[in-house]
């Protein structure tokens, strides 16, 4: 069995999913509801200003404009942010290693009406192209908000509304570009769910191209959330019962929310692996047994490891014993559970290309 | 207009010999460990003891058949759907042939295909695939394959005519069912020939034939 035989696809489908996950994953801790404030949790695509960021993803970037986000949009419009338009560009970039005759990748939009790897591609543009869109409408409005940095913020009529210099189409952009996201992982499934391949013809296949999408998006995201100290929330502002119960130990509600959505997301995923017909072909073999093995340990090792801050957090106790500081078990689960998914997806493309016959 | 064109397999004539794959690698200049045609050999049997003596073990459902195989020129061919370059297509007569001008070298062809018949050349960085030897038929002339046979199993020609003299039968174990391509192929079954999808048998030399 020949893990690297796929090499260049098995980047490239893990950082298109990625890619994809981290925006899912901003977008979705953006809509966190923060009680009682009638603002946002997190400041994406919403109006918090990063200082007052209970969720603590916006205090990167409220800090280096000085506590204020005067345009209307919190941290997640920085790093992470970026790093989404980045890893999808890179993913483009690696799909070209697979290709025999990469002069002819254009050409690879020729056959929209039959061929689902045209509709990847255009999908992967396509999402590429509004996340642009979206970086850049955010980049102007801040660039235009500038000149002016002690202006007040405006404040957040109510729940989910927009404030600043029209970031209504910054929301717009965000969820056509996480809609544009979703379709591409589903396209990406299609293209190996062929008759042709019957390891690979399942729905299975989807299912766990896009728990894939989910983990490596909500493990990251909660790593970037999770390597700084949970900022203070002020009394006034009032607190999420996510907040409340994560105050303890220094874990940011939407850390803890990313946290808990990744252990359900690697359980579900060793189910569907487990599940998986090719799994079963693969184990069935001398040398996949422990292949097979590998990926649900790891798997398994990372969900637990996110559980360590999460009890942390529920239970104070274990903070003054060592388990305080998320980051550092978050970081060592986002590599358990990576390493987990490149190996899944190695195993994918060793055994499924094989002619079934 | 041109009938289309497809083969007829004698399975019960197939010997195994491999000629027709050393004929179309001779014309196509293959490399070694690249073919366009493959010969697979499907059978299964067991060991029973002996009724004569129980001491001894006999064979017991003892079987084997060939099957000579490559591109099926399909009806509905799933390699021509899923290219992204629309580098695949389909001549009149049935042919489908890969414009290397166009193909990406993407492979996706390569899974589509449920008989494995296209393959990938390092050399270009291009698909290839029997052309059903699209020079040697505009000529008049039977393709390479069908013309080395040397005990005329295998026979290129209109479909219609094929199948109005060997019937429609085309697909048997370990072949995948006819339903998903439409293969232009008709199969005059072995003796011992199991349907498709349900054979108990295996490839015999699956690292060589199934590559």
């Not at chain 2, 698909?127 to 005329?152: F, N």
Request: aromatic share 6%; net charge negative.
């Amino acid at each position: 069995m020949n893990l690297l035989h796929e090499w260049p696809l098995v980047l490239f489908t893990l950082t298109v999913q990625l890619a994809v996950g981290l925006h899912l994953a901003l977008l979705a801790v953006g809509a966190l509801p923060r009680a009682r404030s009638g603002a946002l949790v997190a400041g994406f695509p919403g109006s918090l200003s990063g200082a007052q960021d209970p969720s603590g993803v916006g205090a990167e970037d409220s800090a280096r404009s000085g506590g204020q986000d005067s345009f209307g949009v919190g941290g997640l419009r920085g790093r992470p942010f970026l790093l989404v338009g980045v890893l999808m560009a890179g993913a483009l970039a690696l799909s070209l290693l697979h290709l025999g005759t990469p002069l002819n990748a254009l050409r690879t939009l020729a056959n929209l009406d039959e061929s689902w790897l045209s509709r990847e591609i255009l999908a992967a543009l396509v999402f590429l192209a509004l996340w642009a869109l979206d970086f850049f409408w955010v980049r102007r409005r801040r660039g235009a908000a500038a000149p002016e940095p002690s202006d007040p913020e405006p404040s957040d009529p109510e729940p989910g509304s927009s404030s600043g210099p029209a970031p209504g189409v910054s929301r717009v952009l965000a969820w056509a570009t996480a809609l544009a996201g979703i379709v591409l992982v589903g396209v990406m499934a299609r293209i190996y769910m062929v008759p042709a391949r019957p390891l690979w013809d399942h729905w299975l296949t989807a299912a766990g191209f896009f728990l894939t999408t989910l983990l490596l998006g909500a493990v990251v995201a909660a790593a970037h959330v999770a390597r700084r100290p949970r900022p203070e929330i002020p009394a006034q502002t009032g607190a999420s019962p996510i907040g409340q119960a994560a105050s303890p130990a220094g874990l940011s509600p939407a850390g803890a929310a990313l946290l808990a959505l990744a252990v359900t997301v690697a359980l579900a995923q060793m189910a569907a692996t487990l599940a998986h017909p090719l799994t079963l072909e693969v184990a069935a073999g001398a040398q996949g047994t422990p292949l097979v093995a590998l990926r649900l340990l790891l798997l398994l090792a990372g969900a637990f490891l996110l559980v360590i801050p999460l009890a942390a957090s529920a239970f104070p106790g274990l903070s003054s014993a060592g388990a305080g500081r998320p980051g550092p078990w978050v970081v060592a689960a986002l590599l358990l559970l990576g390493g987990s998914e490149l190996l899944g997806r190695m195993l994918f493309y060793a055994a499924g290309t094989a002619i079934p016959f | 207009m041109t009938a289309p064109l497809g083969f007829h397999l004698d399975a019960s004539a197939c010997i195994g010999c491999r000629t027709c794959v050393t004929a179309c690698k001779s014309k196509n200049a293959l490399p070694a460990g690249r073919d366009y045609r493959r010969v697979v050999e499907y059978g299964d049997g067991s060991w029973i003891p002996d009724p004569e003596d129980p001491t001894l073990l006999a064979p017991s459902n003892l079987f084997a058949y060939c099957l000579s195989i490559a591109c099926m020129h399909c009806e509905d061919p799933a390699c021509m759907a899923a290219c992204p370059t629309e580098a695949i297509q389909q001549r009149p007569d049935g042919i489908v042939l890969i414009d290397s001008a166009r193909c990406a070298g993407c492979r996706y062809c390569e899974w589509a295909c449920p008989y494995g018949a296209l393959s990938f050349d390092p050399s270009t960085g291009r698909m290839t695939k029997c052309d059903l030897c699209a020079d040697l038929i505009d000529a008049g002339q039977e393709p390479w394959c069908a013309a080395s046979c040397v005990t005329r199993a295998l026979e290129v020609g209109p479909m219609d005519e094929l199948r109005a003299r060997h019937g429609e039968l085309d697909a048997l174990a370990p072949l995948p069912s006819g339903d998903q391509t439409r293969p232009r192929l008709v199969i005059t079954p072995h003796r011992d020939a199991q349907p498709a999808g349900r054979g108990s048998g295996d490839a015999s030399n699956p690292e060589r034939d199934l590559r």
